[in-house]
């Protein structure tokens, strides 16, 4: 998910996201402990939580004769290329979508994965209806919610927020198979039928030490990060995978104040490096930080980032300091020309890289839980715009498995990407 300029509107949201609703990103300053999308929870840390959950708004269940559910009608048309669409077996698939479009903080990340769903559903709809199922704030709402769509459905898509996932796994009362669109947290293993495809901060970070040390082996990193949660999490995550696979690093944290890095310690660390050079440089920070950095210490060492690097592609918006950094992000951002991208129509909002993240979550849970309905227990592969999805249901007995692998780009000045031997 990217660290860009937050709106308004979600300000107001992050205190509320941050307090437990979702757990994981935006430009400079960030909001804490982010990650990937929107400000306070869609990239979720891999670590249990052990802080007690907050208090939950007060909940009254609906009148059982009010089902919250809106249903789309089935229609069978051709494919974008022309070809008929593949009928599913059964006589189809009946795919619930469980958002909480009613909540007052999550309502607008919340309506960007239902955009991006139905983007994919209008695409490729043959022999399925999608149910949307609003909820609200409380993750006993979404307990609710998801009983009632479980027995109206053969696949439950949600919930999104982090504490409504994190409830369903436990609650013991899974009963479809459904997509988590957010990571719960927890220690314990995931429900049989529940498969977790939510973005992960930690997951993006693992991939960019593999891919520096496929192409800086034996060589010794320098970790750049702030004070912010997501900034320690993306450094920590590097790091760890950076020691298990051989390979030294130095941790430099900067001192980070109204969004940018204090000129004093970049002095220091450029004085640092003069005498015990690293061969490479980690950048757990935001595109303005970064562009400080490698103003500071120079742009010939080879640098890589994740999604919260990237400045956009933008023409108009140059940044020369940023020529040669290498990249993680998803192929929605980075390659929209890509033939499994460009075939959906792009984002219509205005808010930037945090909504285009998350409306291209909402295209490949629509195309992941399409293909469940075709093989509920079985493994397969989707090229999605997220990234090369790899879903393994693991048979009648196993525990289902997932992975994504993300594209890797070399920034060029002007808004050009080019295409890295790593990833997609």
């Known amino acids: ?11 107001a949201a992050t205190a509320m996201l941050a307090a437990g609703m979702l757990a994981a990103c935006g430009s400079s300053p960030l909001p804490p402990d982010t990650g ?8 979720a840390p891999t670590a249990p939580v052990t802080s007690a959950p907050p208090v939950e708004p007060a909940y009254t269940p609906p009148p059982p004769a009010d089902t919250g559910v809106r249903t789309s009608p089935v229609e069978l048309p051709p494919r974008a290329d022309g070809s008929p669409a593949a009928p599913l077996p059964g006589g189809g698939a009946r ?32 022999g399925v209806s999608v149910n949307v199922v609003p909820t609200g704030d409380s993750a006993q709402a979404t307990l609710d919610a998801y009983a009632r769509a479980a027995e109206e459905n053969d696949i439950v898509v949600g919930p999104l927020a982090r504490s409504a996932v ?12 459904t997509i988590a669109l957010n990571h719960p947290q927890t220690s314990g293993a995931l429900p049989r039928q529940m498969l977790v495809i939510g973005l992960s901060l930690e997951d993006e970070a693992r991939q960019v030490a593999d891919w520096a040390a496929a192409e800086q082996p034996g060589g010794r990193a ?18 760890a995978r950076w020691s298990q696979l051989g390979n030294t690093h ?20 450029r004085a640092r490096l003069q005498a015990d050079p690293p061969q490479l440089v980690y950048a757990a920070l935001d595109a303005v930080q970064l562009r400080q950095v490698r103003s500071a210490l120079g742009t010939s060492l080879p640098t890589y980032g994740t999604a919260s690097v990237n400045p956009g592609r933008d023409p108009g918006a140059s940044a020369p300091e940023l020529a040669g950094v290498r990249i993680l992000d998803l192929p929605w951002t980075v390659q929209p020309d890509h033939p499994a991208v460009s075939v959906y129509p792009r984002w219509s909002g205005n808010e930037g890289f945090d909504m285009q993240r998350l409306y291209a979550l909402g295209i490949d849970a629509y195309r992941i839980a399409r293909e469940l309905a075709q093989r509920p227990t079985g493994a397969f592969e989707v090229d999605g715009v997220t990234g090369r999805l790899k879903i393994d249901m693991g048979g009648d007995s196993g525990s289902p498995a997932f992975r994504r692998i993300e594209t890797g780009v070399v920034y060029r000045d002007g808004g050009v990407f080019e295409q890295a031997a790593f990833g997609r």
Do not use: H, T
């Open 36 to 43: 990937c999308g929107v400000p306070g929870g869609l990239c």
């Open 166 to 177: 994190a409830a369903l796994a436990g609650s013991g009362n899974i009963s479809k198979p």
């Open 250 to 269: 130095i941790l430099a944290e900067l001192p980070i104040a109204d969004g940018y890095v204090d000129g004093n310690a970049l002095a220091g660390l």
């Open 222 to 239: 320098l970790v750049v990060a702030g004070p912010a949660a997501w900034q320690q999490r993306l450094s920590g995550a590097f790091a």
């Open 1 to 11: 998910m990217l660290k860009k300029k937050n709106l308004k509107g979600l300000a």
């Open 95 to 126: 795919i619930a979508l469980l958002l909480p479009l009613e909540s007052g903080a999550l309502a607008q990340p919340a309506d960007a994965v239902r955009q991006g769903f139905m983007a994919a559903y209008e695409r490729d709809r043959a």
